[in-house]
């Protein structure tokens, strides 16, 4: 089974909403791509603050049928996802509960009312679409897709890293992207962790927030990009500015369409997965909440 990062998936759906619309008229938008972070949309999948990648998984036990159909063709390609690690797939929770903060949902109504808008848009779109993509591509291609995003938001690790005074992720952070542009085709294949043992570096702003101590404030429910807290909406924002796509996309059709892309080869390695946990839930909304809170935390604990 691939690692499951319904929290990553969210934020791209916008994007692809737009970019479908776009495509009618001529392609006359204006300059300044205007880039979504691929941190920690819902159905996270990005990111990083792309990163994507979170595994969402039930405090009950989710039943297991197998591996899904990707993993019959598991290439020798590894993925450097960030946001999770194949190694977590044991691991019924994906982030670290010692000494968890309560956090708070003053806006549950409208949280729940926005997570059902979200769960339609993906049943009605974003499924669909991934699993033709899912059925179209080889699994090698989109784990090498999904690695040359990871390796496109180096900027916005390393500068969480420095924030933070860890000089052990920067020097990781720098070694795997030097490595992995230069050896492994831009970023494509994960050069430095397979040959040389260098693990990858989930970071980004909100985590850096976090390390200071500035607390998560509310939990918040966002429009196509799924769950979130205040700190990490704070966080996201800044990271944007940070993201290649913002500064070098040729157009703002284009940056839709690369985060169309990077959503849609997020969301083919997790269907199987998330239609386990809508099955399995209780209720899917507490569940989502209650484990993207957990990771989060895991993550800043880290």
Do not use: C
Not at 155 to 168: A, T
């Amino acid at each position: 089974m691939h690692k499951i990062e319904f929290i990553k998936i969210g934020r791209g759906t916008l994007l692809i909403v737009l970019f479908l619309l776009f495509l009618l008229p001529p392609l006359s938008w204006a300059e300044n791509p205007e880039y979504t972070e691929p941190m920690m949309p819902w159905w996270d999948v990005d990111s990083s603050a792309k990163s994507a990648e979170v595994t969402i998984k039930l405090e009950k036990s989710i039943p297991r049928n197998g591996d899904s159909s990707d993993n019959a063709d598991q290439g020798t390609l590894s993925s450097s996802k960030d946001s999770v690690t194949y190694e977590d797939l044991d691991d019924p929770f994906a982030g670290d509960s010692k000494d968890l903060p309560i956090l708070s949902d003053p806006f549950e109504g409208y949280n729940r009312w926005m997570f059902d808008v979200n769960e339609t848009i993906y049943s009605n779109m974003m499924e669909p679409v991934a699993r033709a993509y899912r059925d179209t591509v080889h699994e090698n291609i989109r784990i090498g897709i999904r690695n040359l995003f990871s390796n496109a938001m180096a900027p916005v690790k390393i500068f969480s890293s420095l924030l933070q005074l860890d000089f052990e992720k920067t020097g990781r952070i720098i070694a795997r992207t030097l490595i992995n542009t230069t050896f492994g085709f831009g970023g494509m294949v994960d050069v430095a962790g397979e040959e040389y043992e260098i693990d990858s570096v989930n970071e980004d702003l909100g985590q850096a927030l976090g390390a200071f101590g500035v607390p998560t404030g509310p939990y918040v429910v966002l429009p196509f990009f799924g769950p979130s807290t205040a700190r990490d909406i704070v966080g996201r924002a800044a990271g944007t500015f940070m993201s290649p796509t913002f500064y070098f996309g040729p157009s703002t059709g284009v940056s839709m369409g690369i985060t169309a892309e990077e959503t849609v080869n997020d969301v083919s390695f997790i269907i199987d997965d998330k239609k386990q946990l809508e099955d399995s839930a209780l209720d899917e909304y507490e569940s989502v909440r209650d484990f993207y809170h957990q990771y989060r935390h895991g993550l800043v604990k880290k």
